[in-house]
């Protein structure tokens, strides 16, 4: 073998490991569970011993009313939570982005949130919403208000893991516009306050418009994030009262474990998959735009 | 358009203090051009102008109205930034037409003033593009663009020229030489290229260390530098400086040192008189320096041709000087040739203060 070929067969060979991890870790068990949806598997069978039952599994869950539901509560929760934390992070970051003392510090607690761990978030909610020790409702109850059924009431216990959702994810976003905010060209913003452009306007025409990259990907990882969410709503919920709070990965777990039907689970989680799928393609077409653009920008630029 | 006058202006960032105290008065349609060495307070100067920078102390006066706290969009003025400074996001006619917009000028109105304006910078072809896909000069040309529209009593430019490449800087000098001559408004000019402050500006200021060192017509300042920061700094190549002593000889005044001795005309006497037998810094232009027989012997060491003009680096005394000459009779490194150098244009320099004599 000559050297060329050899230097040219180098980096394959760094990759090599890591690619087998990838196949050992991520395509096996993606094939696997493909494999598993087309199956009438019970958690009692070995893979060998269960019956092939084509798209039965498929054709079921469209016309399965709880998985409809289900799907319903996890676009609902989806939409909300993004939308608000959009709201909250962009506005935070664009209120907070300035020299002030003490803004480091400020900064540091607002991420605070984001790492701690889900579970622990959940438990932290959990006995805060506590119906009678919680401090939400001793509050309320302080104040001489009526106390709110926050866990045990359908729409409250929306409401709940939404707020839950929020307080967690908000500053991610947060995080991300500040970086995008700070790293604006300064002289545009100084010409667009030569301009006569008042605050408002800064954020509008220019300020927006500029971080408009940055909010895209973020809106898509945090929309794929929130479609993925199970741990603190499994803590806080379980997913009840009823189907209120039962987002898809809850249905999932529970096919599983509870209904025992593996074959259904397995077509529930592809399902989930392709809407994550689509979710990453959007966002990976987007940035090969965006490079594209730059790209034909460069270009241009070199000839003229 | 009022006259502008900044009245005892002081900036301090924190403890540290860039600008003391600066008075400056800027006529009704003046090309003012601040300019100096990178860290002299020029820039700062013109963002208080603009109002990008609080004012520490002291009053920016518009006419009779004091500007020195208001926000930038209410003291009609326009800025070409360095980096040009363009929305990325929008193409050039909205670029150009922001300021109007926001304004709330009717439509027509707006797209009439940008045409006009696109038309005299040779833009209309580009109204579509994107910033991005635009050249320098072309970014250069919009940003300008951008200030025009908005017809503002003054215009304020922040070094606009140096992203450019030299020959291009050349050509927009020219084209903004141009247009101030067009429109006469109050122009300031920042700048640390003194060749380009000589070119525009009706009146030069020269800055260091936040203190103006002098302020004039490039002519005043070329001719009659008041110190010697100013003498070196204008004009190219830079001035020669030597140290002397000032002897008087058989009723003359002469510059005299290592390996010189000029005759000082007898006009600059009685004015010199205070300083004779004592030691002074003399500033001599490469131009000054004048080919002929009966001067001082001087070696040349290098010939730099550039075209019309060649530089020769030469040798007085211990002291490397460089000599202006025309190309016509080629010098080569190595001859000897003797140089005269008429006395009244010999700049003496107090070697302390370094004021003008």
Not at chain 1, 63 to 78: C, H, I, P, W
Not at chain 1, 92 to 108: E, K, P, Q, Y
Not at chain 2, 73 to 96: G, I
Request: hydrophobic fraction near 45%; aromatic fraction near 8%; charged fraction near 20%.
């Amino acid at each position: 073998m000559s050297i060329a070929r050899a230097n040219r067969l180098t980096p394959y060979l760094f990759l090599a490991p890591a690619g087998l991890v990838l196949a050992v870790a991520l395509f096996y068990p993606i094939l696997y569970m493909i494999y598993a949806s087309f199956l009438d598997w019970n958690p009692s069978q070995r893979i060998g011993e269960a019956d092939f039952v084509g798209i039965r599994n498929y054709t079921k869950l469209f016309s399965d009313n709880a998985f409809r539901e289900s799907m319903g509560v996890t676009l609902k929760f989806a939409a909300v939570v993004v939308s608000i934390e959009m709201f909250l992070g962009v506005g935070l970051a664009l209120l907070l982005d300035r020299n002030i003392r003490g803004m480091s510090v400020l900064r540091t607690l607002f991420i605070l949130p984001m790492m701690i761990a889900p579970i622990v978030v959940g438990l932290m909610w959990r006995y805060m919403y506590h119906p009678t020790v919680g401090i939400f409702n001793k509050t309320l109850k302080s104040w001489g208000l009526d106390s709110i059924p926050w866990l045990s009431d359908g729409s409250w216990a929306f409401a709940s893991i939404v707020i839950a959702d929020v307080w967690q994810w908000t500053p991610f976003i947060f995080i991300l516009s500040l970086a995008a905010l700070q790293s604006l060209p300064k002289s545009a913003m100084e010409a667009s306050r030569i301009d006569g452009a008042s605050g408002w306007q800064q954020i509008i025409y220019i300020k927006l418009p500029l971080m408009m990259p940055v909010l895209i990907v973020t809106l898509l990882l945090r929309l794929i994030d929130a479609f993925k969410v199970l741990e603190v709503i499994l803590v806080m919920t379980n997913g009840g009262p009823g189907l209120s709070t039962e987002i898809l990965s809850i249905r999932i777990n529970r096919t599983a474990s509870e209904f025992r039907e593996l074959g259904e689970a397995a077509a529930m989680s592809n399902l989930l998959l392709i809407v994550l799928l689509i979710l990453t393609f959007a966002m990976f077409i987007y940035n090969k735009a965006q490079e594209a653009r730059a790209a034909r920008l460069r270009v241009v630029e070199e000839e003229t | 358009m009022p006259e502008i006058r900044l009245q005892g202006l002081r900036k301090d960032y924190g403890a540290v203090t860039v600008i003391e105290d600066l008075n400056l008065e800027m006529a009704d349609g003046e090309f003012t051009v601040l300019v100096g060495p990178s860290g002299c307070g020029k820039s700062t100067t013109l963002r208080m102008i603009a109002g990008l920078e609080s004012v520490s102390a002291g009053q920016i006066m518009v006419g009779d109205r004091d500007v020195s706290q208001l926000e930038p969009k209410e003291r009609d003025l326009a800025m070409v930034f360095q980096d040009y400074a363009l929305y990325p996001h929008m193409n050039v006619a909205k670029n150009m037409s922001f300021a109007l917009r926001l304004a709330r000028m009717n439509k027509s109105d707006i797209e009439k003033r940008v045409k006009d304006v696109a038309a005299t910078l040779d833009l209309t072809a580009y109204l579509d593009r994107k910033p991005a896909e635009l050249s320098g000069g072309q970014r250069q040309r919009v940003a300008m663009g951008r200030a025009l529209v908005r017809d503002a009593g003054t215009f304020l430019f922040d070094e606009p020229l140096s992203n450019l490449d030299a020959k291009l800087r050349g050509q927009m000098r020219a084209e903004l030489a141009l247009m101030s001559q067009r429109i006469k408004k109050n122009m300031i000019y920042v700048t640390h290229d003194q060749v380009e402050a000589m070119t525009l500006g009706d009146k030069i200021v020269v800055m260091k260390f936040g203190e103006i060192m002098q302020a004039g017509t490039p002519e005043e300042l070329y001719r009659s530098p008041a110190n010697k920061f100013v003498a070196g700094f204008i004009g190219s190549p830079t001035m020669n400086f030597l140290s002397a002593e000032l002897v008087e000889e058989s009723d003359t005044l002469f510059a005299k040192g290592q390996g010189f001795s000029i005759p000082l005309p007898d006009a600059r006497k009685t004015h010199l008189q205070t300083h004779k037998d004592r030691s002074v810094h003399i500033g001599i232009r490469p131009s000054s320096f004048v080919e002929g027989p009966g001067g001082l012997k001087m070696p040349v060491i290098l010939s730099e041709y550039i075209g019309a003009q060649s530089v020769l680096i030469s040798e007085l005394g211990e002291e490397k000087i460089s000599i202006e000459v025309n190309s016509v009779a080629p010098i080569r490194a190595g001859e000897q040739r003797e140089f005269t150098v008429q006395g009244d244009e010999v700049h003496l320099f107090d070697p302390k203060t370094e004021a003008a004599l």
